[in-house]
Each structure stands twice: as C-alpha cells, then as structure tokens.
C-alpha cells in the first residue's frame, strides 16, 4: 500500500504552473461546463474569463448514454506536456487518462482498469521522476495508482490516506458560471497556437457548409453569367502508375443489408433463435403465428449452436417472411425444414399463402425419422403476391420438433443455392467492384466482447454455424457467411477484404458485468493466442490445400476445392487507438507478417480525419511501425462542402508511408439522402482520388445498402424494398468511376480565370494500360454552364459520353449516354466521362 502526504500532494500541484513568468504570458482556466461539453480553455483578458473554445471530449463508452467527462484534472508535466484525467460515470472501474504536447492535439483516452467498482473524481499530479500519481475516490475509500511518464501504464490501484486537499481545484467564472477547473500560466507562443487552432477550426466549419442548394443565395455562385469558359490541358508523356482497385463496395450488414436483404432467405426466425438481446420484444417465436402459443423447447437441440426449435402440434404455423414473402407466378421456390420425429410421423401441408387468402403454391413434407432429419420439396408458385405468407399444416395428430425452417427462390444469383437476391446482387455485379469489404464496419468489431465477428463461426453447416445480435439491433443468422461472401467475391470478379476485430470491440460499446465500458479492455491478453490463431486459420481456410489444411478441407467441403486467392486482410474498425487496441493489433499484424508475409495487411486509423486524435495517433502508429501494415484504413462521412473544401487532401501524403484505403466515406447534406449535390461532391473528390492513386489503393462509398422501413443509417448508395432496388446517384458516381477506371493517371490541369471557382469543378484523365483506353473525367459543380476547350488530347465528335446533370436537391437523375460532340459543354451541375 503506497501512503502518500500531502506535502508531497502540494509540491506537485504547485509544479504545475511551469511556464516562465514573463508579463505577456496568458493565463488559462482549463475545465468542463458541464457533463456533455467536454474539456475547454478559457483565457484571461482585462480581468475577466472568456471562454476560448473546446480542446477534446470524452470518447468513453455508447453515444447517447455515455462520452461524459465529469471532474477533470489537467496537469503540466515537467517536459510542459500535458496530462488529463476524468471521471467517466459512476458506475465503472475506470477512469480516463489521456496526453497532449500542446492542449491541441490529444492522443486518443485510454481508459485504465482498476480493482474497485467505481473510479470516482480522479486527480493527476506530475512527480519529478516523470511518473505521475493518481488519486481517485471509490466506495472502497480513496485510492492511489502511479501512470508511466508516456501515460499509457498504470500500477494496480492500492489504498490512499492523501489529505482531501489533492482535490482542491482552481475556480473561475466564465460566461457568468463558476466553473472549477486548473489554472496554468502559458506563453504567448503556446497560446498563439490554441488560438489558431480555434480560428482554423472556425474557418474549416464555415467551408464545410458551402451548399450548393443555395448557390442562388450566395455570391460568387449568384453572380456568374453563363457560359464559363474553362480550359482543360493534357499533358499525355507525363503518366504515373496509380492503383487499378480505386473502386470496391462496402458490405455491412446494417439496415437489413444482409438478413432480409442481400441474403435470399425469405423465412424470418427461421432457426427460432431471436432473442431480447436482438431487439427489444423479440423472442424465438418472432415472425412465427399460430391460433395457440407456440412451444419453443430446447431438451433436444439440431445443434449446439442452434439451441431452440419449435413443438408443432396440431395448428397451422404461419411464417410472415421479412415485411411479407414475395411469391412471383410460374417461379420455383426451394423449401426445407429439419424434423424431430421423436417416434411419431408427420405429414405437413406447405403453403405459400396471398394477403387475401388465395393459395399461391403447395407442397407436402412427409417425416418419418425419429431423430432429426432435413425435409424437402420444391414449391411453384401458380399465382403472385409481394406479401404472401408461409403456412405449415400438420395433418396428423402428432407432436414434433421443427427447426431451420427455410424457402429460397431457386432463382438466386448465379444461381446458387443459400444464395443472394439475384436483382440486389445484379446491382452491385453491374458497379464492378474491384473489391469486397465485409462483414462491416460496426459489425465486425461488435458491441462488446462477446458480440466480435468470429469468421470460423459463420463457415459450416448452416445449422451448425452460430448465430448472434446484430450490433445494429437485429439479428444475424449467419447464413450469409465466410464462404458466401468469398463466393461472392469470385462471382463478380472482386478482390475479398475480409476486415476483423484487432482484439478490441467498438469503442462505442456499452458496459459488461463488471461495468467495463467501450473497448471493455480489449481481449484478455491470456485469450489473445487462441484469437490470433483464429485469424491465421481464416488465411489457411480460405488459401490452403485441402489435402494438407483441415481448415482448407471445410472449404473444399462446402464446395470449393480451389483456393480463393485471399491477398487482403483488415484488422480493426475505426477504432479508438488506444494503448489497448495498439498492444493487441501489433500482436496480430505481427503474427499474420511471419507466418503469412505476402497477406496485405490493412490497419486502421480510427473514425474520423485530420486531425482528430485516432487519426493523428493511428498514423503515427502506422509510421512508427511500418512493418505491419501495407495500408490503413481512413473513414470520414462529411459535408459537401467538406469535400469541396478538402480537394487537395492526399496530395501532400508521403508516398513511401502506407498506402490509403478510404474504406467508409459519404458525403452529405442535411436531408441525408444522396442526391445531385452529394454526387457531384462525390465526383470532385474522387477525381482527387484518382490524382491520388499512387497512395490512395482503394476506396468504398458506406453504407451500401438499406432496406425501407429498416434503416439504421443515411444516405445509403442503394435503397431496396422486397420488390424494388433503387440505385441512387451516389451509385452512378461509383459505377462511373469504377467501369471507366484506369492504371495509369494522365496529367491534367483545369484553369479557369476566376480561381474561388476552381473548388467547384473537377477533371481527371486516366489511362487502362491493358485496353488502351483514355477516360476522361468531368465535373461542374457550379450553377451555370461550363464551356471547355481541350488542348494535348483529341475527343472527336464521335467519342462515347456517358453522364448525368440535375438540380441539387434532385435525388433521381437519368443517366444518359451519347456522343461527345465537338465542344465540350458541361451544362449547369453535371458529370460526364468521355471513353477515347
Ligand atoms: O457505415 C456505417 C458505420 O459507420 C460502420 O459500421 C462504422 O464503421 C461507421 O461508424
């Protein structure tokens, strides 16, 4: 037990305030507004407080509930760094610890477990060996742990008899509140920097909400007088390799991408597993209905992992589909369902039924086995209805067990059985991804430990693989599985990208049995073998030779003996770069870098762009180590304007670092749907992208899919229902991009006399080495019609011309196809690719 005096408390309080005195030094009052506001600095002028800006927030535990901070203490060390520590709830046995060299740039919280239910009040305070001592308080008394002058280790907490006046704070007033808080005296240079800080913030806050939606309102964009003329030089000798992957989808199953979507399935609650923890007032019976309660047993499960099945008796059991069964007339629908006999035989009436009553196909099922056993027959429908429900009638008296209950239209996409909805997938087959990125997002990390995505759980038999809650609040069965998602893959001509936990689950995650918030601690350091291996199985499942691998073997067991030819592998999801996720993502990349060196490894670099703390801290992670990884992940969803006004974002990357994956990106306005505006923001930025090719590798548009009245997120780039797939013009920026891609990056320079325009207009030419063929690539995001002459490259009057133009707020456009014509007109709002 370390007993520490308060003697030893107050020197190293009064070691704080270590900035030289000089009169023009700043005094700065550092302290929260309240539980919500996060961390913020006020500055000392003519005697009063004024408030300055915020410098970081709480990243602890779920939105909504938790990212409080409540109590903090800042202290100086002796370097002049700076720490932070805060309390996070009052319900957990954590507290926040994070470090900044400057009170701008913060490094991502790391969030230190200690031996007590509650870490309540937590005060820092530097020691001159560069250690730091922290004292909380806890229903067990007040505490005291020791941090590592980097901050990011700390000692097992032990009691404390410190005096209570290690938790006097500063007090000041700003904006007419007390406040408690610290107080420090800073120079003029360090100050300067905040204040820049807050005025560049300010700056890129009033760019990033340039609308064109209101261009009418606004001057230059009300002022012009059409035509604009601009000029368009191609420079043919000077091409630079870029990558020829720019373009791949995002696949997550959010807003019922997959179950009730992509997936073919069309029997809800087919395996009876729904449970509470999918969704509030869900239960194995979910999407099932009978005229009496339905018997859910679990004595004699089909599979351990498929735990609860259904007792029929002598009532019809009723399936309702996902929001109804589409049932298409003179199409042929595979239905099977596994039995439990149990000693009585069973015959069953299978129908697929209309809303008004009308009998759309039948089929019978006869059971005769005792022990479970897998029934069939093949349903044709003779009638239509996009609402139609599955019936079950038994026709004996006969009480038995029924489990994976499941119709599938035999028209899946190529038509494979388990399989895809054809229209969907035919849809995004048409985009021609150069890669696939899944099973998320979100869903790969999970809501807490136990909801990771582990891939091995999702091969097999589909009875025997296990199902989950979907962090998205619904269900996963997992039908749709590694195996599918590879076949799909090898299907449409795409690279996989399978992308997995990094030991840690999202840090937005809520708090387990011990109150262990976000992250949770990351995976057990004893429990970290077994998962790292758990990833190399999945390179050997998906590479290796059958007659040498058992885990090769179950693929060729499924159906294909051939390697998929697995190159990339994720590890992590935007995740906070704490000190937990870097010790167990190193401990992965580097396993997978000795046993599999040609595996691409992708890292990540947390939720958000420069210069939020993931980022800055995940690059330099990246830099630091850049043995372990090929390239990192990079997410922003943003405004239009933010995309207008970040035009040159990669063009200062170091080429010899990581190569970029812009995994999740979006644009948005606030109507949150995609349409003209978005699209054109969209195409801006990726002829950025492809400027960029030599350092950005791949890129996918997020979220892909969502399904109506399911939707857990927007703008999404394809809208369904069970009947329709609605491509948005967010989708014809990805197709246009992807079909008419290049490997080869042609210099170009737009010039147009009035530069504040240039932000608003975009081109880009590309080469295909293979074909030969010239892209060129043209947007004009301005409200009048744009005049172009080109000189280095010659577009004859014949060249194919594909495009689309609009008004901002259009969310449905044509896209129309023709031919180039001798000049080169871009009308108000609009995009176009010429193939030369
Ligand atoms: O794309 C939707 C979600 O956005 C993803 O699951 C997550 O990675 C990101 O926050």
């Known amino acids: 037990m370390k007993l520490k005096l308060l003697t030893l408390a107050i020197a190293a309080f009064q070691a704080t305030a270590i900035a030289a005195k000089a009169d023009d030094n700043r005094q700065v009052f550092i302290y929260s507004p309240d539980k919500n506001g996060g961390l913020h600095i006020a500055v000392q002028e003519g005697g009063k407080w004024r408030e300055a800006g915020r410098l970081c927030s709480s990243d602890y535990g779920t939105w909504g509930a938790e990212k409080l901070m409540f109590h903090p203490s800042v202290t100086r060390a002796h370097d002049g760094t700076w720490r932070l520590v805060f309390q996070v709830n009052d319900h957990s046995p954590q507290f926040a610890a994070a470090y900044s060299n400057d009170l701008v740039n913060w490094r991502p919280q790391d969030y230190p477990v200690m031996s007590t239910s509650q870490c309540l009040d937590p005060v820092v305070f530097p020691n001159p060996d560069g250690t730091f001592d922290i004292y909380f308080k806890s229903p067990e008394g007040k505490r005291w742990t020791s941090a590592t002058p980097n901050f990011r280790h700390f000692t097992p907490d032990s009691a404390s008899q410190i005096s209570d006046e290690a938790w006097m704070r500063d007090t000041a007033t700003v904006d007419g509140r007390l406040h408690e808080g610290n107080s420090f005296e800073i120079t003029p240079k360090e100050w300067a920097k905040i204040e820049q800080h807050f005025k560049q913030s300010g700056e890129d806050w009033r760019k990033s909400n340039e609308r064109m939606h209101d261009d009418a309102k606004n001057a230059p964009f009300s002022m012009l007088k059409a035509p604009l003329k601009a000029t368009l030089t191609v420079d043919m000798n000077k091409k630079k390799a870029i990558s020829d992957k720019l373009i791949g989808i995002f ?16 029997v809800q609650n087919r395996d009876f597993e729904y449970t509470p923890r999918d969704h509030r007032g869900w239960d194995a019976t979910t999407a099932w209905h009978s005229s009496s309660p339905i018997d859910i047993a679990t004595e004699h499960p089909l599979s351990a992992n498929n735990p609860h099945y259904a007792i029929i008796g002598l009532d019809t059991l009723w399936n309702e589909g996902w929001d109804g069964i589409v049932v298409e007339k003179g199409k042929k629908y595979d239905f099977s369902m596994y039995v439990l006999g149990g000693g009585q035989k069973q015959n069953f009436k ?25 029934y069939s027959t093949v349903l044709t429908a003779t009638g239509s209805d996009a609402k139609a429900r599955l019936a079950l009638i038994p026709q004996k008296v006969a009480r038995v067990g029924i489990d994976m209950v499941s119709l599938f239209p035999q028209e899946t996409f190529m038509n494979r059985k388990n399989g895809l909805r054809r229209d969907l997938a035919q849809v995004i087959a048409d985009l021609k991804p150069k890669f696939v990125r899944f099973p998320g997002g979100c869903m790969s990390h999970g809501q807490g430990l136990e909801n990771i995505y582990h891939w091995n759980e999702t091969v097999g038999p589909l009875q025997d693989r296990k199902p989950d809650f979907n962090i998205w609040n619904y269900h996963q069965t997992r039908g749709l599985g590694f195996f599918e998602y590879f076949q799909f893959c090898e299907d449409i001509g795409a690279e996989p990208l399978p992308v997995l936990a990094a030991g840690v ?22 429990q970290m073998p077994a998962y790292i291996q758990e990833l190399l199985d999945l390179i050997e499942w998906a590479n290796g030779d059958p007659l040498t691998s058992k885990w090769a073997k179950m693929r060729a067991d499924a159906g294909h003996p051939a390697p998929f030819h697995l190159k990339y592998i994720g590890i992590g ?14 401990m992965i990349a580097r396993a997978i870098r000795q046993k599999y060196p040609d595996i691409k490894i992708c890292g990540t670099v947390g939720p958000f762009h420069t210069p939020s703390a993931d980022y800055l801290e995940g690059w330099d992670f990246t830099k630091k180590h850049p043995d372990l990884q090929y390239m990192v992940d990079e997410h922003y969803y943003e405004s239009t304007g933010w995309f207008m006004h970040h035009r040159d974002y990669y063009d200062n990357y170091d080429r010899s670092e990581a190569k970029v994956y812009l995994g999740e990106w979006a644009a948005s306005t606030n109507v949150k749907r995609p349409n003209v505006e978005t699209a054109l923001a969209e195409a801006l930025y990726l002829t950025d992208i492809e400027r960029n090719g030599d350092v950005v590798e791949m890129t996918s548009y997020a979220p892909m899919l969502s399904k109506d009245g399911h939707s857990n997120w927007n703008p999404d780039m394809i809208y369904f229902s069970n009947t329709t797939v609605r ?36 081109a880009s ?21 744009l005049q172009l002459t080109v000189n280095g490259l010659d577009i004859p009057a014949t060249a194919k011309i594909e495009g689309f133009e609009g008004k901002p707020e259009d969310q449905q456009f044509t896209v129309n196809k023709g031919e180039a014509g001798n000049a080169i007109v871009l009308p108000p709002y609009s995009f176009r690719v010429i193939e030369l």
């Open 727 to 762: 491509p948005t013009p967010a989708y014809h920026v990805q197709r246009l991009f992807s079909v008419y891609g290049g490997d080869q990056y042609v210099t170009s320079e737009l010039r147009i006399p009035n530069a504040e325009l240039s932000h608003r207009l975009g």
């Open 765 to 785: 030419v590309v080469r295909d080495s293979k074909s030969g063929k010239i892209y060129v690539k043209l947007v004009n995001a301005l409200p009048c019609e």
């Open 573 to 586: 999801n935007e995740d906070i770069i704490s000190t937990v996720f870097e010790e167990r993502y190193e």
């Open 251 to 266: 696949f997550e199953d959010i807003s019922y991408a997959a179950d009730g979507g992509l997936y073919a399935e069309q």
């Open 505 to 526: 689950p999202c840090q937005n995650s809520a708090c387990n049995a011990k109150g262990i918030g976000g992250q949770q601690d990351g995976i057990p350091m004893d």
């Open 350 to 374: 299978v129908l697929l039924v209309g809303q008004d009553g009308q009998v759309l196909a039948k089929g019978k099922v006869k059971s005769r086995a005792s022990d479970w056993q897998q």
